[in-house]
């Protein structure tokens, strides 16, 4: 059995092919696991905010959501929908 000699050049670039690959295959897997509907407290952490502001904005109708047994759901199309909406121009924030 021939011996094959790999130059430290040939590894590194074999490590970043690797590396790409599998970033693709967990993007790839990302989209297909991404959950439709989420819990609260999974809303809460996607957006970093505390249980009395969520409410609040269940409260005043900004985010819509679905009560089964007492667990609330909300869409994840329907967050970022309202992450969209309220999005800020860093434009207008510096014209003010």
């Known amino acids: 059995m021939a011996a094959t000699i790999i130059t430290t050049d040939e590894l590194r670039e074999f490590?970043?092919?690797?590396?790409?690959?599998?970033?693709?295959?967990?993007?790839?897997?990302?989209?297909?696991?991404?959950?439709?509907?989420?819990?609260?407290?999974?809303?809460?952490?996607?957006?970093?905010?505390?249980?009395g502001t969520l409410q609040n904005l269940r409260v005043n109708g900004t985010l819509?959501?679905?009560?089964?047994?007492?667990?609330?759901?909300?869409?994840?199309?329907?967050v970022m929908q309202v992450l969209e909406q309220n999005r800020v121009d860093q434009y207008l924030v510096c014209k003010r």
């Open 64 to 78: 819509p959501f679905s009560k089964v047994g007492g667990v609330l759901y909300y869409q994840y199309q329907d």
């Open 15 to 51: 490590k970043l092919e690797l590396l790409e690959a599998f970033k693709e295959l967990l993007a790839q897997q990302g989209d297909v696991q991404q959950k439709r509907w989420m819990k609260s407290k999974e809303v809460r952490d996607l957006l970093g905010i505390s249980p």
